[in-house]
């Protein structure tokens, strides 16, 4: 059973505030890693989450650290325990 989790408002990742974490699904593909840098380029918090099946973590390396952190998992194995890793997530 889901247990309450804060609403989390789908969107536009650019309207987001320097203090909003947004969730990167599929963050480290080849698209994704693009948009991951672009929001670190703005200075933007981001959780990336990716299960590596196609994509590598050599596309968002350089890109971790501070205000940025990738979790290797499948997107529905994540979501399974919304608190942990969506705690703090503003935007996806
Ligand atoms: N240099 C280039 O021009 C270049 C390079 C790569 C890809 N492409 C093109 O880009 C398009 C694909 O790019 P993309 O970014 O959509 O694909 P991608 O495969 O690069 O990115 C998808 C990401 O989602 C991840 N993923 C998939 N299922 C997941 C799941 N269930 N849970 C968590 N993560 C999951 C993958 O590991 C991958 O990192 C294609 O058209 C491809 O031909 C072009």
Redesign the pocket.
Known sequence: MLRQVPPIRAGNAMESSAKTLTLV??G?????SHLVEYLRGLGRRVLI???????RRRNVEHLLGDGCRLIQ????EALRGPEAVLAGVGRV
């Open positions: 699904t599929g480290a593909g080849f698209i994704g989450i990716d299960d590596l099946s196609t994509g998992a499948r997107v529905s």
